[in-house]
């Protein structure tokens, strides 16, 4: 096993996929000559003999060609679109949700779509609210989407090369503070289904469930936890969103009886309200203390250092909300 | 077809020389096409009035000869993709019309089966792409398409109808200047009636001519036609369609057209924006009139096997409404059938109640 960073993760699954699939092709801002705004795809063009078809270099106008990825995918081809990050496929929220999502059913099921959007979504170091913000939600509540947020490498890798063989449309939001983390990479051909959570951590006193770089946070905040009260929390990573894997957090949570959802986006109507809705209503009598959240605070990002420390979630606020639900935190 | 050619007099040789030098079974199969669009969107209108048709309808009459001269020169292998008002591309293109009017109905024999409707009509059999209702969603998307024949390396087209409205935003320059640049063999219509929905395209468009927008993209050819004379929009698409095979670049044809009834069936032809009189004035240059008129003199057909040809729509589109009513309505599964391609996730989970 290979031990790569997340972006080398990701450009192995490019390039794997796309030797193996001649249909499959990647098209997005500065992919190609530029090797990639943050170099996921670096070397792609030249490994493909310089062919501009496989690896195309975009005006800046996602409108636009994410709606070509569409009509691409429509007459036959497997498009990979990037977006430089999600906060401009806002740009592209009509190709995606009014075009990708729905073409299946309203075609009466005679144009499935198979498309990969992908790219960094989440905040990274001081760039302010319009380039500091979380997609996950948007996209998870449109159904003819699959939405996948992996957390390490080896799940970066398995995961995209899964989405680029999935008939639908599948949104592969990488973290863009986590294109440098390192981890194990199975070497040879390594596939992570859509749609499976993973336990990245064993524990039976809670369960903490996050996706993305928030699986980081929980885990150190799982240390934390053992170290100051010998708690044994559990770490159920979502990596898909949707379609969620509920009942891998619903067989923690009726094990552990206390569950915390960690996510970085907007609480409103978030990841985490959801899975706190499922878990209610699917095992209300496995439940000891209400649901916790822990989010990003419900305000555009701001740019102060100090401030957007406060409005970013971190370990030590799953740590007292971890301790909020093992009612530790009482006096 | 009847008249036989060697008894044309002079006149009628004129006539005869403005054809295009299309046979005589083509232009009659073009006269038809546009005379079953008229009866198809009539019998819709009376369908829609009593309530067999639901949501949004928008009706095509005054537009036919725009539809019958940009698809009718097509290959098979080629594809189409339109917006919402898109009944009768699709009657053009070759979807059964029972198949059109069951979807209009929502019912399972409808060509998206009943999950479209009125302005999502798709047959991937014969490359119909829909269908598409958000102005100018599909115009990037025609590029695409173009970028895949590009890709493997075909000579097909992809043929891409829209309203005049649609110059005016975003995807529109955003897919001409990719469909240029990367040299996209597609074929642009923009359907000019003057109007989008109630608004006249000179009160909010910045520009006199639309196909002049073209010109900011370098290797788009575009050009003005009567949109109202199917063979001056078969000419110049022809010729639209040729380049694209050929030199592999994309062009827009501004089809300068008329409808005669409102913007959909919600609203009433003539009112608050345009007068009952501008209305008549451009049925004076009915598409399928006129046509009519000059396969007569030319001795292509005569009056007699016009009305022939009209009964004989007039039957196709009873029958089309009598299918449609006795197909079946879609069955409650069939709402989780193709969200997406492999099963769908918990459908009972989060039922809401149903």
């Known amino acids: 096993m290979a031990v790569i960073t997340y972006r080398e993760a990701l450009n192995q699954a490019l390039v794997e996929e796309m030797e193996r699939d001649e249909r499959v092709f990647l098209m997005g ?46 007459a036959g081809l497997r498009p990979i679109v990037e977006f430089m990050t999600f906060n401009f496929s806002l740009l592209a929220f009509d190709a995606v949700v009014n075009s990708a999502a729905k073409l299946y059913q309203m075609s009466g099921g005679q144009y499935n779509i198979p498309i990969v959007f992908r790219g960094p979504g989440g905040a990274a170091l001081q760039l302010a609210s319009q380039h500091s913000q979380v997609p996950d939600a948007w996209y998870s509540h449109v159904p003819g989407l699959k939405v996948v947020a992996p957390a390490t490498p080896a799940d970066a890798k398995g995961l995209l090369k899964s989405a680029v063989r999935d008939d639908d449309p599948v949104l592969v939001i990488e973290g863009e503070l986590l294109y440098n983390i390192k981890g194990e990479v199975p070497d040879g051909e390594h596939l992570v289904p859509i749609g499976k959570a993973d336990v990245k951590r064993e524990g039976s006193d809670l369960t903490i469930v996050a996706h993305s770089k928030m699986v980081h946070q929980a885990l150190q905040a799982a240390e934390t936890l053992k170290k100051t009260h010998g708690l044994e929390a559990e770490v159920v990573d979502l990596r898909t969103l949707r379609p969620l894997d509920i009942d891998a957090v619903l067989a923690s949570v009726r094990k552990t009886n206390r569950v915390v959802v960690v996510e970085e986006g907007w609480p409103f109507a978030g990841i985490g309200a959801q899975v706190a809705d499922d878990v209610q209503r699917e095992a209300f009598d496995s439940l000891d203390a209400p649901v916790a959240r822990v ?19 971190e370990a030590a606020h799953v740590v007292r909300a971890a301790e909020h639900v093992c009612y530790l935190d009482e006096d | 077809m009847a008249t036989k050619s060697e008894t044309r007099d002079e006149p009628g040789s004129q006539a005869r020389a403005d054809l295009l030098g299309l046979d005589d079974q083509e232009l009659v199969r073009l006269l038809r096409l546009m005379m079953l669009g ?5 019998k819709a209108a009376e369908s829609y009035q009593v309530g067999k048709i639901g949501g949004f309808c928008h009706l095509y009459m005054g537009q036919e000869a725009v539809a019958v001269g940009t698809i009718s020169p097509l290959r098979d292998d080629d594809y189409v993709i339109t917006a919402y008002r898109d009944h009768v591309q699709a009657l ?29 009509l798709f047959d991937r059999s014969l490359n119909f792409m829909g269908g598409h209702a958000i102005v100018g969603s599909h115009v990037p998307i025609a590029a695409g398409v173009g970028y895949a024949i590009r890709y493997r390396d075909e000579d097909r087209v992809c043929l891409c109808l829209f309203g005049d409205s649609v110059v005016n935003g975003g995807p529109f320059h955003e897919a001409f200047n990719m469909a240029a640049k990367f040299e996209l063999p597609v074929v642009y219509v923009c359907e000019n009636n003057d109007y989008g929905m109630g ?25 003005t036609v009567n949109g ?46 345009r007068t009952r009189q501008e209305v008549e004035k451009h049925r004076q240059d009915d598409p ?15 009056d007699e096997q016009y009305d022939e040809f009209d009964q004989e729509a007039i039957d196709r589109v009873e029958k089309a409404a009598e299918f449609a009513d006795q197909s079946p309505k879609p069955e409650f599964d069939d709402i989780y059938a193709h969200v997406y391609s492999d099963a769908f996730p918990d459908i009972d989970r989060r039922d809401a109640w149903r």
């Open chain 2, 92 to 120: 053009v293109r070759g979807i059964d019309p029972r198949a059109i009017m069951a979807e209009l109905y929502g019912r399972v024999d409808g060509c998206s089966k009943g999950m479209g409707g009125s302005m999502h």
């Open chain 2, 288 to 302: 399928i009139l006129t046509f009519h008129k000059r396969l007569v003199i030319a001795g292509v057909i005569t």
């Open chain 2, 199 to 223: 608004t006249d395209i000179h009160r909010v468009a910045a520009i006199e001519n639309l196909a002049d927008r073209a010109c900011a993209y370098e290797g788009m050819a575009s050009v």
């Open chain 1, 29 to 74: 801002e500065e992919v190609g000559k530029y090797d990639g705004a943050y170099k996921v795809s670096k070397g792609l063009l030249d490994h493909f003999g310089g062919n501009e078809w496989r690896v195309r270099d975009t005006p800046i106008a996602e409108n636009g060609f994410a709606g070509m990825g569409v009509g691409a995918a429509m």
């Open chain 2, 228 to 273: 109202m004379d199917v063979l001056a929009v078969r000419q110049a698409t022809q010729e639209a369609i040729d380049r694209a095979r050929k030199e592999h670049l994309p062009s827009l044809i501004e089809a300068r057209c008329y409808r005669y009834m409102g913007h959909s069936m919600a609203d009433p032809s003539h009112g608050t924006y």
């Open chain 1, 295 to 313: 989010s990003g605070l419900d305000v555009p990002m701001p740019y102060a250092r100090n401030l957007e420390k406060q409005v970013f979630p």
């Open chain 2, 38 to 42: 008229r009866r198809f969107e009539e």
